[in-house]
């Protein structure tokens, strides 16, 4: 027999793997994996937490609030505002101190810091100009009410109301300009003297109401036409300024503190109503002046 004829025939066996099915597959690692990557993450903001202070907490917050979103592309509009977390903390069994990072000059490096406190501090003063603009518009509001006001007071008086046409009034550069003048068989003054009629009289003690209600000065002035006074030795620089001065006395018996009272003057027919007709019945007349509050001084002036 043959040598060969002893040997075994050799056999070859292939195994096939079938993977996947059951829970014999590889799904749930991958769910493990998200598992332990939100527990990383949700232990990660426990620390972040526990580590801020109030004030980095309230920054987070307005991070996150879409009305607050910050628009600058430095460090203090991320999420601590600026700050960072000191090497020391929680890691080592103590409190988290926050070292801040200057965004500024220190006032060792910028005198005008020390000098101007306010302005560092990034609270910038208005200018001397814009206050006057926004003082001016609240007096012009303020004088559109008084005026308003003084025709409601007429008309509410029914024996002087037809008087309101013998009332001018106007905003001016120093105020509130209110002028009673005469009309045509409207007189507001005895002829020649400085009485005015029970009717003015009337008249300028319902424009003492309104006054009161307003916190401004009043200058006064008198004012006559280009006519001589009948009395001899007395001109109409008298008579102006006694007519303006009975309109004092009249301010004053209703009400009006003598402190608000700044000027008490006679024009005479220096400053004519109708230039081009210097008799004339409207140049007769006593002006009130509700006066403009004085405008803010520039820094420094004065010193």
């Known amino acids: 027999m043959a040598a060969g004829a002893n040997t075994a025939p050799i056999v070859i066996k292939k195994v096939k793997k079938v993977s996947g099915g059951g829970h014999h597959g590889g799904a749930w690692k991958v769910a493990y994996a998200d598992f332990v990557t939100a527990m990383m993450a949700f232990f990660l903001l426990m620390w972040l937490i526990n580590t801020t202070s109030p004030e980095q907490k309230r920054g987070i917050a307005d991070f996150f609030a879409p009305a607050s979103v910050s628009q600058t592309t430095s460090g203090s509009g991320g999420i601590l505002a600026g700050t960072a977390l000191a090497e020391s903390g929680v890691r080592h069994g103590e409190g988290a101190p926050v070292v801040m990072r200057s965004t500024g000059p220190s006032e060792a490096e910028d005198p005008a810091a020390k000098s101007n ?3 560092a501090s990034g609270q910038l003063e208005p200018s001397t100009d814009a206050l006057s603009r926004a003082k001016a518009l609240r007096e012009d509001t303020q004088f559109d009410k008084a005026e308003q006001s003084i ?5 509410d008086l029914p024996d002087i109301a037809e008087l309101s046409k013998n009332v001018l009034m106007e905003k001016t550069p120093e105020g509130l300009r209110i002028q009673i003048v005469d009309q045509e068989g409207r007189s507001m003054f005895s002829p020649g003297e400085a009485r005015l ?11 003492s109401g309104v006054i009161l209600d307003m916190p401004n000065r009043v200058s006064i002035s008198g004012h006559t036409d280009m006519s001589a006074p009948p009395r001899k030795g007395y001109s109409n620089w008298e008579l102006s300024s006694d007519r303006a001065n009975s309109a004092r006395k009249i301010l004053s018996a209703n009400g009006v503190p003598e402190d608000r009272i700044y000027q008490v003057s006679g024009k005479a027919d220096s400053e004519p109503l109708f230039p081009d007709d210097p008799t004339a019945p409207g140049n007769r007349r006593i002006s009130i002046t509700l006066l403009r509050e004085a405008p803010a001084l520039p820094p420094g002036h004065g010193l």
Do not use: K, N, S
Not at 197 to 207: G, S
């Open 117 to 119: 406190p306010e302005q």
């Open 151 to 155: 025709r409601q007071a007429i008309q």
């Open 197 to 207: 009629t029970e009717r003015a009289q009337r008249l300028i003690a319902a424009v």
